[in-house]
């Protein structure tokens, strides 16, 4: 479920991230969970699993580019595996096992890949062959401009032609040579195939053709397709939707959320799921949810919010295991080095280093998540992908926390620093030991912080972190607001474009970006960027960035991450775990998969103690 | 009384269309792009653009405006920006729930709060009428989220007497009648907040009808003194409580944002609290057009059982 992080899921994945953020002030431990249960394995069994917020509303796997809304993957991942299977047990790799492929090739400067698929069958006893994925490559071909999971510039327009040698083989032609880990883990990773012998027909009664293989085919299947995928009234007993090649079919769907998965009794996968049902049950808060937690009753599996982490032990009493899932992303402030009253002091690097300096991360993780939280030491996080990690991160990242250094920066670069009041510009200009261009003498080391209002602990790390940047004269002036409000009043702000209704913020704390398989920064910090919204932009950034992307080099990553740590787009903070709760006698469920989380029930079973 | 009621109804139909002008306008005066609300932080302007396109949003005020009173003479409330659904399928699935809970509970109030008020007015300046109107009072004043948790904690986590949330499975009205173990705590809730007002209300006037000379000539003539109450003073002290009943009308379908969030029962209020936040315009128009029929419905409502109550009250043709 990794794409799902950087697109349709972003949305979810952020509310998630505020939802389960919450804060905590107890130093309660909580160990990772059981990867093992004592007891005889049982086979059957029902698991009812507590989902917060949204719900599902769309079915079809390829949701139109107006419906971003995230828990829709949650509703499919279980019927329509994607093609590369993202994380395996608890680590941040690739799952050839449970992948959809047999072979990967890629061949010729890497422009080139071959895919072998494995044998197996659809749910309605037909097998999968590479005429599925044509289906697929025909229908987001004249249509990936009305697919959420679109990445401007990447699959299906890198795509020159499709070539099918055999029943089970795949050529993908691509425009361009492609560092393979990043093409296999950030762009194969998002497809899902379909049964072109189920669905390739433009109404419920009309016969399967091959209209994909006209524009106008295509066009009217995708129509038909995505239409019928938001019918939430049709999405347990559409026939549609009854052919899968994922572990799970899909038995009951209410339009308030709750739905439930029954086997795929002809999953041709390695893992067969042993339950005989998995039920998904909505809850409006994470307060409603907490309260059937504790009354003991009907959830199996739920979040445990951070700020009731102090309940654990009442939990347990109840029959729960409590463990730990680090959340595959990074957690930032932006600065927008665009604003027009302080973005020339935020495009000095040194400027960012101090205010980087003055972020005592170690603290925050310890006091304000209780210890469950990434320590925040670049754009890479350390809990979830430690084959990623540079030694420069592992080492602490580029600035840990040192008021010393930071006071020393401002005053070597011609600041007056008053701790505890507002440091000012007392040599302004552009030489050496002055403050540095488009700040002015007198200017005020001060900066608003925009951060999404109502969670506990949010409030808690900002505070610490105006309290910390007023020890060395950085005056931060905290403005909670809605999530909502936030996003739809942040604009993109660059030096091309930077209208004042829009780029008058100047620090953001949102939540944290969700990261794919392969963490790159492709989006995030190259120039053009989608989620480049602060305005950075550095050449050698850019080409970092494309050497991750496009290079064979596998010193690339590190080099990129390196520099981009250094070099701060982002302020970078802890980014808070999730925290989940399951009934003591079912096993299976760890260690988690940092990207399919409580996705992939196909693992889970009950045991029966002491036999 | 006719013409009076086609007045009223005229009235009525003039003030939710200027609420809904009024509404519109407000809402398009909010700071933010709605695109980017419901699309998140890295919406690619293209992507905003299809979205603009598609809802009508790049088209000036009045044109959206047009087309949207357009759409609600043909019975169409709009697509949902944020659930992308029919915004009449939102509110059929929510009020009903909602006019359940909230009806059920104004029910309770009533039956507590009349019949106490009465008997605090029978026992008026008493020590019995102090007691009950303090507790009256007492939990009028108190948050209903506290008194959520408080009977959480002790009937359902403590002694596990009630299910302290809604089953996520039940989506209709009779799942949820089904289900009273479940709706026994929120109506409580929401019922022990208003009783205050019934009681309150009818006290007084029945106070006032007490003392009045015609209660005084039934009681001189050996009427018994519960025919006395119940034939004479509830039926006048049940004016006040129209009054209330009315103006609850549009708080029933309206919602209670709390308790839906506490017993995990979605109903109105959060699909308003959340649309308001996703700068969901379709959701929040239906939904103020639902509260503004309810609410002129209540009023004219109150005023048509004035009458029926009351036979001095008639409308009459001016």
């Not at chain 1, 969970?33 to 086979?43: C, E, H, Q, R, S």
């Not at chain 1, 189920?198 to 016969?207: E, F, H, P, Q, R």
């Not at chain 1, 350390?382 to 540079?390: E, P, V």
């Not at chain 2, 006037?205 to 006395?228: C, E, N």
Request: with cysteine; hydrophobic share 40%; proline share 7%.
């Amino acid at each position: 479920m990794r794409k799902t992080r950087r697109l349709a899921a972003a949305a979810a994945m952020l509310a998630l991230a505020t939802v389960l953020a919450a804060c905590a002030t107890t130093s309660s431990k909580i160990g990772s969970g059981p990867t093992k249960v004592a007891g005889k394995p049982l086979n059957g069994g029902t698991v009812t699993v507590a989902e917060v917020g949204e719900s599902p509303n769309f079915i079809f796997p390829y949701p139109p580019s107006t419906n971003s809304n995230g828990y829709n993957v949650n509703l499919t991942m279980g019927l329509w595996p994607y093609l590369v299977y993202a994380g395996d047990g608890g680590q941040s790799i690739v799952n050839p096992r449970e992948s959809l492929y047999q072979s990967l090739t890629y061949s010729h400067n890497n422009s080139v890949i071959t895919m072998v698929l494995k044998p197996w069958k659809w749910s309605d006893g037909v097998p999968i062959t590479s005429r599925d994925f044509t289906f697929v490559y025909n229908l987001l071909k004249w249509n990936y401009q009305n697919w959420i999971g679109y990445t401007q510039g990447l699959f299906p327009v890198d795509v020159k032609k499709v070539i099918t040698p055999n029943a089970h083989t795949v050529v993908l032609d691509l425009t361009r040579s492609y560092n393979p880990t990043f093409y296999t883990d950030d762009v194969l990773s998002l497809i899902a195939l379909m049964p072109q012998h189920a669905w390739d027909k433009t109404s419920l009664s009309g016969k399967v053709g091959n209209y994909d293989e006209t524009k106008a085919g295509a066009k009217a299947v995708y129509a038909f397709l995505q239409k019928q995928g938001g019918i939430m009234g049709t999405f347990a007993t559409n026939p549609l939707w009854q052919v899968v090649d994922g572990p799970w079919k899909l038995a009951t769907f209410n339009s308030n959320g709750y739905y439930a998965w029954v086997p795929n009794k002809s999953y041709s996968g390695p893992d067969k799921p042993r339950l005989s049902k998995v039920i998904w049950t909505p809850f409006t808060t994470d307060t409603a949810e907490m309260n059937t937690l504790r009354s003991g009753t009907t959830i199996d599996l739920g979040n445990l919010p951070l700020n009731d982490v102090s309940q654990t032990s009442d939990l347990e009493a109840e029959g729960y295991v409590v463990g730990v899932l680090p959340v595959a992303g990074v957690a930032e402030i932006v600065p927008n080095l665009w604003n027009p009253v302080n973005g020339p002091m935020l495009r000095n690097l040194y400027i960012r280093q101090v205010l980087e300096y003055l972020i005592d991360r170690t603290q925050i993780v310890k006091k304000v998540y209780a210890g469950y939280a990434d320590p925040g030491n670049g754009p890479v996080s350390t809990l979830y992908g430690q084959q990623w990690d540079s030694p420069l991160e592992k080492a602490g990242g580029p600035y840990p926390y040192s008021p010393s250094k930071a006071i020393a920066l401002l005053k070597a670069n011609g600041w007056k620093v008053v701790p505890n009041g507002t440091d000012t510009c007392q040599h302004a200009g552009t030489a050496a030991g002055d403050c540095g261009p488009g700040i002015t003498a007198g200017e005020p080391l001060q900066f608003q912080l925009m951060y999404t209002s109502g969670i506990a602990s949010f409030d808690q790390q900002n505070a610490a972190i105006q309290s910390s940047e007023a020890a060395a004269g950085v005056k931060i002036i905290l403005k909670p607001e809605p999530f909502n409000t936030i996003v739809s009043t942040t604009g993109y702000c660059n030096q091309q474009t930077h209208p004042t209704s829009t780029c008058s913020w100047q620090l953001q704390d949102y939540g944290y970006n969700p990261y794919t398989l392969d963490p790159s920064g492709a989006g995030l910090f190259n120039t053009d960027g989608f989620g480049n919204y602060g305005g950075y932009s550095s050449a050698k950034e850019n080409q970092l960035i494309d050497a991750t992307e496009y290079g064979s080099s596998s010193a690339a990553f590190f080099a990129y991450e390196n520099y981009t740590a250094e070099q701060l787009p982002y302020l970078w903070l802890p980014n808070a775990s999730n925290i989940f709760v399951f009934k003591k006698n079912l096993a299976g469920i760890t260690p988690w998969n940092p990207f399919s989380g409580t996705l992939n029930p196909e693992d889970w079973y009950y045991v029966k103690p002491g036999s | 009384m006719t013409w009076y009621l086609v007045r009223r109804l005229a009235q009525a139909i003039a003030v939710v269309f200027g609420v809904m002008v009024l509404t519109f306008i407000l809402l398009h005066m909010e700071p933010g792009s709605v695109a980017r609300a419901v699309l998140g932080l890295k919406a690619t302007p293209a992507r905003v653009a299809i979205f603009d396109h598609l809802y009508g949003l790049n088209k000036p005020l009045y044109d959206q405006f047009g087309v949207y009173m357009w759409q609600l003479l043909h019975g169409n409330f709009g697509i949902s920006y944020q659930y992308q659904q029919p915004v009449s399928t939102l509110i059929a699935q929510r009020l009903p729930r909602d006019a359940l809970l909230l009806g059920l509970s104004t029910v309770v109030a009533l039956v507590i709060g009349v019949p106490t008020g009465i008997y605090q007015a029978v026992h008026h300046n008493e020590l019995v009428d102090d007691a009950v109107a303090g507790t009256w009072f007492t939990l009028y004043s108190a948050p209903d989220f506290l008194e959520a948790f408080l009977l959480i904690a002790l009937l359902c986590v403590e002694f596990h007497i009630f299910q302290p949330t809604f089953p996520g499975g039940i989506s209709s009205v009779v799942g949820v009648l089904t289900d009273w173990r479940a709706l026994v705590l929120p109506v409580f809730v929401l019922s022990i907040n208003s009783v205050a007002n019934f009681s309150q209300y009818s006290r007084s006037t029945a106070i006032t009808v007490l003392a009045s000379d015609y209660v005084k000539v039934a009681r001189a003539k050996g009427l018994p003194r519960q025919l006395v109450l119940t034939r004479h003073v509830l039926r006048n002290s049940l004016l006040p409580v129209i009054t209330i009943l009315g103006l609850s009308l549009p708080g029933i379908v309206a919602g209670a944002v709390i308790a839906e969030s506490i017993f995990n029962y979605p109903g109105m209020g959060l699909l308003f609290w959340q649309s308001a936040l996703a700068h969901d315009y379709p959701v929040m128009l239906g939904g103020t057009l639902v509260i503004g029929i309810a609410t002129v419905t209540g009023n004219l409502l109150a005023d048509v059982v004035y009458g029926v109550l009351d036979p001095r009250i008639r409308y009459v043709s001016q």
